[in-house]
Every structure is written in structure tokens, then in C-alpha cells.
């Protein structure tokens, strides 16, 4: 009977708080994600009149890097997202560069990386770390003013399979490099034209990392989802 007494006493308080609590608690998640969603549509202007530096880059003819050394370099170019400053993280500015390869009949094919001009200098280092006989040097926008007077198109592709690959070793890169396929489709262009591939890559931690990292530790090569 005690039991039936308390229950009949909280019932109706429940019956009267529970409506305010579920209202509440949708407001909240409903509020943070407008305000998620402003954050990034602010650091997507702040992206676009971003100053930016384009780096070319001219590796050597022969490189004897081992896997270790290129995950090295990733793992030094994901931590610049964690080198923000923490004003920087609570507005969700996004460290963001982009490795381009450039075409053209009179210039042939270039390695052209556009970075912040606050990390320019942090990465040049890096690279040169990487690959000491590597040239770099710093070039002017080579996109042509689009005046009217020529034609631009820009095709975005995104990836529809899984991401959990390893990198290639070096022995699998001299067999089949994924690099010469698409350079080779960037040759023979004509006299004006410019083609450009462009990767936009930004350091993000996602969940899936971790289940791929747990399986590696159970030697599995390659990683299908």
C-alpha cells in the first residue's frame, strides 16, 4: 500500500515535469546544432577570404621513403588541427590545405600545394624534412581571371567505397602507381588549356579510424566495410 501511495503521489508531478523535461532537452539539441551549423557556415566565409600561399613542389627523381616516413608525414600534417589555438576550436575553425596537380601544354604537370599563410612556413619544413631533395617554392595563383572571355568547368568527386585503406608500400608503388593513371589523363591538352586536380584535405578524427586501427592490430592488410 505504501508502494501504491508514493506511486499516486509522483505520478502527477511526473505527468507535469516530463513534458517541460522532453521540451527542454529538444530545444537544447535543436539549438546546439543551429549554432553548430552557423559555426560553419562562418568558417566557411573565413575559408574564402582566407589568405593563402601556393607552394610548388618539385620532387626528386627517385625517392627511397619508407611506410614508416609517410605515415610520419600524415601524422605531423593531422596535428596541425590539434595545434589550434582554443578560441580557434570552440568557433570550429578548420585547418584546411589543398594538394593540386596542374596541367597545362606550356607548364606540363606541376605539384602545387595551397596552404594558409599562417602554416606556409610549418609546412615547407615538414616537407623538407620529408624530402630533403625536394625543390619548393612559392608561386602566384595560376587559375586565369574568368572574365567571360573563357570557359572553366569544375567536376567534384566524391568517394562512394570504404576509406580504410593502407598506404602503398614503395615495391607496390613501383608496380602500379594510382599517380601516373591520372597524370597520363591530364597530357595532351590544348595550347590554353588548363587542367587541375585538386584534393581538399582538412585533419579530422572520425569513429571508423579506430575500428580500422583495431583490426590492423590484427594484421589485416586490406579493410573492406
Sequence with gaps: MQTDAIIAHWLPILENVLPVVVIVLLSTVAMYLVVVKALDVLDFRRLEREKAVFIEITPPALTDKTLEA???????????????????KLLRHKVTFAAEVVASRERGIRFVMRVAEGEAETFEKEI?????????????????????????????????????????????????????????????????????????????VVREADAV????????????Q
Design 70 to 88: 609517410t605515415s610520419h608525414l600524415f601524422l605531423i600534417l593531422h596535428g596541425l588541427d590539434e595545434g589550434r589555438a582554443v578560441p580557434d
Design 128 to 204: 623538407v624534412g620529408f624530402l630533403p631533395d625536394a625543390k619548393l617554392r612559392r608561386i602566384d595563383d595560376y587559375l586565369p581571371v574568368l572574365d567571360g572571355s573563357r570557359l572553366a568547368r569544375v567536376l567534384e568527386v566524391k568517394q562512394k567505397g570504404y576509406f580504410g585503406y593502407p598506404l602503398n608500400t614503395r615495391v607496390s608503388l613501383d608496380l602500379i602507381d594510382p599517380i601516373a593513371y591520372l597524370m597520363s589523363a591530364m597530357t595532351k591538352l590544348a595550347p590554353g588549356e588548363l587542367m587541375v586536380l585538386q584534393l581538399v584535405i582538412s585533419p579530422t
Design 213 to 224: 586501427a583495431g583490426r590492423l592490430l590484427h594484421n589485416e592488410e586490406l579493410v573492406y
